[in-house]
């Protein structure tokens, strides 16, 4: 550390390389060079080589969106995640400059709600709450001569929150193939949604209105996030909107689809829905507690559900690890994870992927994630503009930026066209190459996070916007 901060041409072009790298934690090193050359003469116009930095290595972003296992990327995760969605809700994302208009303004009109489908009951868990955590309703006991009630009112940070009052009781095997048809599920609901529309959009209007009607002239666009509870069970956040249709572009709905029809239809299809299960006879369906709601202030339902989007099972079972693990690492998992139920999800994911009616679940791949197969954030085509969109506009802001600075055009943009630029790269480590490197990085991610939020407070207050 002392070697990195005693000469200051040194520490100032390594410092460079971490805010280059977004102060990721865990940073890629890479070597090797680069070169602009004029495709018409062979002109090099511009070069770059590793061989000048520090290490002789270039430092780029992880871009893990999991905050576990790297704070910095899933932060610019999360704030993508928040225009992907708010540009859904009100139209361009402003905030973004330069921002692509590729969601019309109009979309702020169209019928929206906030939808959260949760899990089905596996047994009872304790609750945390004001109230008793489980009145005395039948039975005192189960058949395993365990109490089947809980008169204590629960705190939120409680270690009894999401345990079952009966290991026995509970069903970890149906708990673990839930999980594994949670994506078709999804699909299958937005299927039922269209199908939904047209039944209630008959009876509401008196016409008769086919499912072919509704497809050809309505779109369900959507964006979901997925959370974990503390039993470990996952439920879905949704912002679902009604579109016309109008090629690959984005149109007014028709008159007679409203909100309230949207959200009765939603309500429809998720208690229609169910997915067959191969062990069993099992079918897999919604849970009894459904919320569908219309959106009132789309900058607080983006911020909702951008900050799922960066989360992982073991933010909320603490000690899972954010990574898949094989069979002989759960010894090791099982003294970090001081939770029985959690380890009894991954004991039943490991048990059922050993059957040849689950081999096709693939649940040793995602033991990790108690068998849930979907990713955390994901989006209809039309709904709004993509990550990489955003990305794209990230980098041409940095480019003119660049160019402001230097003075000059930026070789390195592309936007001449005769100008091929030839890469050279190779892989050499992830992570840090010395703890003190990683030390001296963290520092620099604290004071820019701390910058940043003032940044943010400060925008906040002349705004005049709590968001």
């Given at each position: 550390m002392l070697a990195r901060v005693g000469s200051e041409s040194g520490w100032r072009a390594w410092a460079r390389q971490v805010e280059?790298?977004?102060?990721?934690?865990?940073p890629v090193r890479v070597r090797g060079g680069a070169a602009a050359v004029d495709g018409r003469t062979g002109e090099v116009r511009a070069e770059y080589s590793t061989a000048g930095?520090?290490?002789?290595?270039?430092?780029?972003?992880?871009?893990?969106?999991?905050?576990?296992?790297?704070?910095?990327?899933?932060?610019?995760?999360r704030r993508d995640t928040w225009h992907v969605v708010a540009a859904g809700l009100r139209g361009r994302a402003p905030s973004v400059p330069g921002g692509p208009d590729a969601v019309p303004d109009s979309v702020a009109g169209h019928p929206v709600v906030l939808a959260t489908l949760t899990?089905?009951?596996?047994?009872?868990?304790?609750?945390?709450g004001a109230r008793p955590c489980r009145k005395r309703v039948g039975p005192l006991v189960c058949e395993?001569?365990?109490?089947?009630?809980?008169?204590?009112?629960?705190g939120d940070g409680e270690r009894l929150v999401g345990r079952p009052l009966c290991w026995d009781?509970?069903?970890?095997?149906?708990?673990?193939?839930?999980?594994?048809?949670?994506?078709?599920?999804?699909?299958?609901?937005?299927?039922?949604?269209?199908?939904?529309?047209?039944?209630?959009?008959?009876?509401?209007?008196?016409?008769?209105?086919?499912?072919?009607?509704?497809?050809?002239?309505?779109?369900?666009?959507?964006?979901?996030?997925?959370?974990?509870?503390?039993?470990?069970?996952?439920?879905?956040?949704?912002?679902?909107?009604?579109?016309?249709?109008?090629?690959?572009?984005?149109?007014?709905?028709?008159?007679?689809?409203?909100?309230?029809?949207?959200?009765?239809?939603?309500?429809?299809?998720?208690?229609?829905?169910?997915v067959s299960l191969p062990v069993g006879g099992r079918v897999a369906r919604w849970g009894e507690q459904l919320d569908v709601a219309p959106?009132?202030?789309?900058?607080?339902?983006?911020?909702?559900?951008?900050?799922y989007a960066t989360k992982t099972a073991g933010d909320v079972l603490s000690g899972l690890p954010p990574r898949r693990f094989g069979r002989r690492e759960v010894g090791r998992i099982s003294r970090r994870v001081d939770n029985p139920h959690t380890m009894l999800l991954v004991l039943a994911c490991l048990r059922l992927s050993r059957t040849p009616e689950c081999a096709g679940l693939r649940l040793a791949e995602h033991v990790h994630m108690l068998g849930f197969r979907g990713h955390f954030a994901t989006k209809s085509r039309s709904y709004s503009?993509?990550?990489?969109?955003l990305r794209g506009v990230r980098r041409a802001w940095r480019a003119r930026e660049r160019a402001e600075r230097v003075g000059a055009a930026d070789p390195w943009a592309g936007q001449d066209e005769g100008t091929v630029v030839v890469r050279d790269?190779?892989?050499?480590?992830?992570?840090?190459?010395?703890?003190?490197?990683?030390?001296?990085?963290?520092?620099?991610?604290r004071d820019h996070a701390a910058m940043r939020d003032a940044e943010d407070l400060v925008t906040v207050a002349r705004a005049g916007d709590l968001w």
């Open positions: 280059h790298a977004g102060h990721c934690s865990r930095e520090p290490d002789g290595v270039l430092l780029l972003a992880c871009g893990d969106r999991r905050a576990a296992v790297c704070p910095a990327c899933a932060e610019r995760y899990a089905p009951s596996f047994g009872a868990v304790h609750r945390a395993h001569a365990m109490r089947a009630w809980c008169d204590e009112r629960h009781c509970y069903d970890y095997s149906g708990h673990v193939l839930w999980h594994s048809a949670v994506p078709e599920l999804w699909r299958r609901t937005v299927i039922y949604t269209y199908r939904a529309l047209a039944r209630l959009g008959s009876a509401r209007s008196g016409i008769p209105i086919t499912v072919r009607t509704v497809r050809e002239q309505l779109r369900v666009s959507f964006v979901k996030v997925a959370e974990f509870q503390r039993r470990g069970a996952v439920h879905l956040h949704a912002v679902v909107r009604l579109d016309g249709v109008a090629g690959e572009g984005v149109a007014a709905p028709p008159a007679w689809a409203d909100s309230a029809l949207l959200e009765d239809a939603i309500r429809d299809a998720a208690g229609r829905v169910a959106i009132a202030d789309p900058a607080r339902a983006a911020s909702y559900l951008a900050k503009v993509t990550l990489g969109t790269w190779r892989f050499v480590a992830s992570g840090w190459a010395r703890l003190g490197d990683a030390d001296l990085a963290a520092t620099l991610a």
